[in-house]
């Protein structure tokens, strides 16, 4: 039976996560001698403009069971509206060369997640082009070098936003939903750069679902544990933060059953030469309000 891996993908969505919840997730890596993927918001703290999406079906449900009013935080929750939007990484520099110098794969999650999460079906290729564009360039600017890996907010995709990311000459990415890494074809095209799918529920969609609650989470992650590759997602506002003690059981309890930690520039070197092919679609998954991209 193959071992257990886990390679542990970190969404960086806001500026306080990325302030606060970024060190503290670094330091609960270090004890445990564990390198992840974290993928940074680079641009504006929108997060206040998310508001707009109480409208959607579902949405205020899961805020509401999942406790993320309260894991954000006030600041968060009105950045962009009340307050004015930071610029992320401009602001946080340090944050970003701090958690490569550990050892941790540093990617982009976006340049406005708000933005993008919520429009990008209505983007023209332009401005897809631009807002990978903007994040890329501020990114090289932090780190003195180009990024390889990109994540999309919400695993929000589209045709032309994998276009995009093939003309960056990704490694790969990371930007939906699935069981095994592969090469996707959407919208009747296929694209060259390797996807590297989620495979558990976030923590998010699961507190407050099926009687979950933060002292039984842990026991269904390990009911999720199967031989070979599961990719978490974890949130800084969440694991880093708000959930850092739940978070830090889990990496006991993995541990202690054996598991392999591995970075998704690991999996796409070993998986990438023979990754198949497969559809990816936008659609409904339980536990989030917006459709999420779908491995076929």
């Given at each position: 039976m193959n071992q257990p891996v886990i390679a542990l993908k970190v969404d960086i969505d806001t500026f306080v996560?990325?302030?606060?919840?970024?060190p503290n997730l670094l330091a609960i890596l270090a004890r445990f001698g564990i390198r992840g993927t974290f993928y940074f918001?680079?641009?504006?703290?929108?997060?206040?403009?998310?508001?707009?999406?109480?409208?959607?079906?579902?949405?205020?449900?899961?805020?509401?069971?999942?406790?993320?009013?309260?894991?954000?935080?006030?600041?968060?929750?009105?950045?962009?509206t009340l307050l004015p939007p930071p610029i992320i990484a401009a602001k946080l520099p340090e944050v970003l060369k701090?958690?490569?110098?550990?050892g941790h794969v540093v990617g982009i999650h976006c340049w406005d997640h708000v933005k993008w999460h919520d429009y990008l079906p209505?983007?023209?290729k332009p401005v897809t082009a631009m807002e990978l564009g903007k994040a890329s360039a501020l990114y090289q600017e932090v780190l003195g070098h180009r990024a390889l890996t990109t994540a999309a907010p919400g695993w929000t995709v589209s045709a032309d936003s994998l276009e995009v990311q093939d003309a960056m000459h990704l490694s790969y990415c990371s930007d939906c939903r699935g069981?095994?890494?592969?090469?996707?074809?959407?919208?009747?095209?296929?694209?060259?750069?390797?996807?590297?799918?989620?495979?558990?529920?976030?923590m998010d969609e699961l507190l407050g679902e099926n009687g979950i609650t933060p002292e039984t989470i842990n026991d269904h992650y390990l009911t999720l544990l199967k031989p070979g590759l599961n990719v978490h997602t974890i949130h800084t506002e969440f694991e880093g933060m708000a959930m850092s003690q739940v978070f830090t059981d889990l990496l006991t309890r993995l541990t202690q059953r054996g598991v392999r930690f591995v970075t998704l520039a690991e999996v796409a070197e070993e998986a990438g030469p023979?990754?198949?092919?497969?559809?990816?679609?936008?659609?409904?998954?339980?536990?989030?309000?917006m459709p999420v991209a779908i491995q076929g």
């Open positions: 996560g990325t302030r606060d919840g970024v918001s680079m641009g504006p703290d929108n997060s206040g403009k998310a508001i707009r999406r109480i409208f959607r079906p579902g949405f205020l449900k899961k805020q509401l069971r999942s406790g993320a009013p309260s894991a954000f935080g006030l600041r968060t929750l009105l950045s962009g701090m958690t490569e110098k550990a209505w983007f023209p069981s095994h890494p592969f090469y996707p074809v959407m919208d009747g095209r296929t694209f060259r750069t390797l996807q590297i799918p989620t495979t558990w529920p976030t023979t990754a198949p092919v497969a559809p990816l679609a936008m659609s409904e998954i339980p536990g989030r309000a």
